[in-house]
């Protein structure tokens, strides 16, 4: 069958063609009004990607497009998550709400039946992410009123949990960093310690080599005396000599008393250097005062090593300290880096059924359908109504075809009028 054969047919059963149209159209309407109508409330997120009650390296920027989106997409994971969800749950108290079970389809009460309404909460949220830092989450539900709060109560579970995620591990952190500090500052103490047993080991082996230069002498006012004494007795041995010279009996008798001082300023001298070793009772300046008697050469390179073993405590500790304070001011932080953009409206539309979008697919439906019967009647019951029509109803050669003057001059009846049944072929 031609277009121009369907035109006419299409033309001659336009009543049925117009029928099934309608039908199509006004069952789609009848149908999508008697629906049960569905609306969806959107809410705004925005995800800044940075941090500022942080003392740590927060993430101030995302650099690569891929980073970017992973960032994003596990934020709306995190957002259609079961953790949101139940959460939602108890902060509406939706188990105890009868209308809110309704609404939802969940029919039964029971001990899962906040289980069920998470399963049903999350199977209704939809969240969608974009090449931008804005994330949104829809929900869609028999109530508008319903939908509205349930996606602020979405939003309002996902900023509460993004903060539940970032200071629970930091209250963990400072907690381990609290008891790790305990025992890095016995060892920095342990390790000054040491040092310090070595370092006045090391001064009262050297005032023992060097009595006169211990505090415990240079304030002693009878060695002070012995020392102006003797001094004063070298300086008149000295003239002496010159005048007498060495065999004379002033000389001797001089040299001598020289002698006797001397020796009494030695003996005073090592009195306080024994005192001044006996003052420390401490073991481990004991201990390394013997380590330096026995072994000089040693002692001298064990000093440095405690020096570098306070240095590595001191490190580790400030290190730990530092990690320790960042962790309990970051545990204590009342923000995250999302905002609530726009908050979810009570829609005045239904999403679900979409009224124009059926009828104009009923139309399309429709359209179709009209066509199909007007073509199948035609091959069940054809007729003729064009030099086509006939040309191939009989299947011999056209000697002339009347034009459209002769009908509306009334020589021929309209094709509206009669339409002639087709002749059968010959034979």
């Known amino acids: 069958m031609s277009l121009r054969?369907?035109?006419?047919?299409?033309?001659?059963?336009?009543?049925?063609?117009?029928?099934?149209?309608?039908?199509?159209?006004?069952?789609a309407g009848v149908a999508s009004y008697l629906m049960p109508k569905s609306y969806r409330a959107s809410v705004s997120l925005l995800v800044d990607a940075k941090d500022e009650q942080s003392m740590g390296e927060a993430l101030r920027a995302l650099g690569l497009p891929q980073e970017h989106l992973s960032y994003l997409q596990t934020q709306a994971d995190i957002l259609a998550s079961p953790k949101v969800a139940r959460r939602v749950v108890e902060q509406l108290r939706l188990a105890d709400d009868p209308a809110a079970l309704t609404t939802l389809g969940v029919t039964h009460a029971g001990a899962r039946v906040e289980d069920v309404l998470v399963d049903r909460l999350?199977?209704?949220?939809?969240?969608?992410?974009?090449?931008?830092?804005?994330?949104?989450?829809?929900?869609?539900?028999?109530?508008?009123?319903?939908?509205?709060?349930?996606?602020?109560?979405?939003?309002?579970?996902?900023?509460?949990?993004?903060?539940?995620?970032?200071v629970a591990p930091n209250r963990e952190a400072a907690a381990w960093f609290d008891e790790q500090l305990k025992g890095l500052r016995s060892s920095l103490e342990e390790a000054q310690h040491r040092l310090r047993a070595a370092q006045d080991a090391r001064q009262q082996q050297l005032a023992q080599q060097h009595p006169e230069r211990l505090p415990q002498v240079r304030d002693d006012g009878f060695i002070q005396q012995l020392r102006a004494d003797l001094l004063h007795g070298e300086e008149k041995l000295r003239e002496l000599s010159t005048r007498y010279g060495v065999n004379h009996p002033a000389y001797q008798s001089q040299l001598s008393e020289n002698l006797e001082l001397r020796s009494r300023l030695q003996s005073e001298l090592s009195r306080a250097a024994a005192s001044a070793g006996d003052s420390d009772s401490r073991p481990a300046v004991r201990a390394a005062t013997r380590q330096y008697a026995e072994s000089p050469e040693q002692s001298r390179t064990l000093e440095p090593v405690l020096q570098h073993n306070v240095d590595s405590a001191e490190r580790a500790y400030d290190t730990a300290l530092q990690r320790y304070i960042s962790s309990q001011v970051d545990s204590r932080a009342s923000q995250t880096d999302v905002t609530v953009l726009s908050a979810a409206a009570v829609p005045l539309q239904p999403y679900r059924p979409n009224m124009r979008l059926n009828l104009a697919l009923a139309a399309?439906?429709?359209?179709?359908?009209?066509?199909?019967?007007?073509?199948?009647?035609?091959k069940l019951d054809p007729r003729v109504r064009c030099a086509e029509d006939l040309a191939s109803a009989v299947q011999l050669p056209l000697l002339a075809v009347l034009s459209n003057d002769a009908t509306r001059a009334g020589l021929l009846p309209r094709p509206a009028d009669t339409a002639l049944r087709a002749l059968p072929g010959p034979g």
Do not use: W
């Open 5 to 27: 054969q369907f035109l006419f047919a299409l033309r001659a059963r336009f009543r049925v063609f117009a029928v099934s149209l309608c039908a199509v159209v006004l069952a």
């Open 122 to 166: 999350q199977h209704a949220l939809k969240v969608e992410t974009s090449q931008s830092n804005v994330i949104r989450g829809t929900f869609t539900c028999a109530d508008p009123r319903l939908a509205a709060t349930i996606a602020n109560a979405f939003a309002t579970a996902y900023v509460d949990t993004m903060l539940e995620l970032r």
């Open 364 to 378: 399309v439906v429709g359209f179709g359908l009209g066509c199909a019967l007007v073509a199948m009647l035609e």
